[in-house]
């Protein structure tokens, strides 16, 4: 604001600042991006592990599956898991080779996903009425990203992570 003094000379009045400086604003500008950039970093990480969990428990129910068939004796046979490096299948048989394929029950991963076993032929068949398997092993369910889930399949047929 200006007034005009006894001389009518122009004079600026001592004006009372408001708003914020510059440095004030780059700071919670940075502030509001580190926050954000943690909070991506966060989700994706979340999104990786809910990915696996996810993925690990449908592969832990399958071989129960198999094995409850198997020990139901449904359609007088043992039935089995089947893993390859992208998807694994539930199948009717006293192995994949010699299968009814018209049972199977195909499950195909994520492409993030991958699959190894210590299975022989990445195989696990239960035998009709006690549900045993005849093969013991791991699985390991792995991300690209980052993680990994192992299951483990004992000699009574006891499946866990």
């Known amino acids: 604001m200006f007034s005009k003094n006894k001389n009518h000379q122009i004079e600026k009045l001592p004006s009372k600042q408001s708003g914020f400086t510059l440095i004030e604003v780059l ?51 043992p039935h089995g898991v089947k893993f390859q490096t992208n998807k694994f299948i539930l199948y009717q048989g006293t192995s994949y080779a010699t299968r009814n394929a018209a049972y199977d029950r195909e499950t195909v991963l994520d492409t993030s996903l991958t699959i190894t076993t210590t299975l022989t032929n990445d195989e696990v068949n239960f035998s009709r009425q006690l549900g045993m398997p ?23 047929g006891r499946v866990n992570e």
Do not use: C, K, P, Y
């Open 27 to 77: 700071i919670v500008v940075s502030i509001t991006v580190v926050l954000a950039i943690s909070a991506v970093f966060a989700f994706g990480n979340l999104q990786v592990s809910s990915q696996l969990n996810e993925n690990t428990e449908q592969m832990i129910q399958t071989l129960r599956t198999a094995q409850e068939r198997s020990f139901a004796r449904i359609n007088d046979s």
């Open 134 to 156: 005849d093969h013991t092993g791991n699985v390991t369910l792995t991300h690209a990203t980052s993680g990994s889930r192992q299951i483990s399949i004992n000699s009574f």
